[in-house]
């Protein structure tokens, strides 16, 4: 499978922004093959909008019909992480497209980070897995991919390459350059992390977004400017696969 990611300067509340943006990078991901692109955590406001609220859409509203319109143009799939309004509650949510426009997946975070985010977002309590293209896939957002426990589960029900969008900032340098990777390696699977670049109100960015393979390889990484990412996922060497899953002893 090739993927891409995408990071970009947040839209910092303006989601005509993000969907304008995100449609040449899409259009490009899909001239070069990709299956899928990956944008950054609530791409659709923007991370940290003091809006999020008042922004949020429902799942199926008109941010979802603009992606699946851009897929459609640009025969790539997507996925990016949006505000999601469900009656009163808010989710910090991501959502997948095919290259037809097709919704194949919805998540909804489930570590959610920080005091801001605990007030704003209700945590959500299911993972999902799901066929991309005959890849079995799973979507994670952000904090969620540095608990070993959740990858690990995604691993044991097939994941093969775990899709995140992510707003990770300064000072966090270390997980781009070694959780991200790490967690690859462990536990078997591909990750593609998309992040942001550059300052939004009070958070600067680290970037430094990546596409990790299985055996914890980085196949491609930005810096902190905007970028898009492509590569191929390799074919596991069962060889070079961990084995803590069947060693592990509790004690």
């Known amino acids: 499978m090739r993927l891409a990611v995408w990071q970009g300067a947040s839209p ?3 989601a005509a922004a993000g969907l304008a943006a995100l449609a040449p990078a899409l259009k490009a991901a899909g001239a070069l093959g990709a299956a899928a692109l990956v944008a950054p ?3 659709l406001p923007g991370y940290n909008s003091d809006r999020i609220p008042a922004l949020a859409q429902p ?4 941010w979802h019909r603009a992606l699946a319109a851009l897929c459609r143009d640009a025969s790539c799939g997507v996925v990016t992480g949006y505000a999601e309004r469900d009656g009163a509650a808010v989710y910090n949510a991501a ?3 095919d290259a037809a426009g097709r919704e194949v997946a919805h998540y909804r975070k489930i570590q959610l980070y920080g005091p801001r985010e605990k007030a704003l977002y209700v945590p959500g309590s299911a993972y ?3 066929d991309l293209g005959g890849v079995k896939a799973a979507l994670l957002i952000c904090y969620d991919i540095e608990f ?3 990858v690990a ?3 044991a029900r097939g994941a093969e390459v775990i899709l995140v969008p992510t707003a990770n900032m300064k000072p966090f340098f270390h997980v781009v350059r070694a959780t991200v990777p790490a967690m690859a390696a462990n536990h078997g699977v591909a990750i593609a992390y998309a992040n942001y670049c550059g300052v939004e109100g009070d958070l600067d960015y680290v970037g430094g977004s990546l596409i990790a ?6 196949l491609a990484q930005a810096g902190e400017a905007p970028a898009l990412l492509v590569a191929d996922i390799p074919a596991v060497d069962p060889a070079r696969l961990s084995t803590q899953a069947a060693d592990f002893r509790k004690v």
């Open 12 to 14: 910092a509340g303006d």
């Open 41 to 43: 955590e609530s791409w």
């Open 59 to 62: 799942r199926g509203g008109a």
């Open 95 to 97: 959502v997948a497209f």
């Open 128 to 130: 999902e897995v799901f």
């Open 148 to 150: 070993a426990p959740h």
């Open 153 to 155: 589960e995604l691993a």
């Open 213 to 218: 393979g299985p055996h914890g390889e980085v």
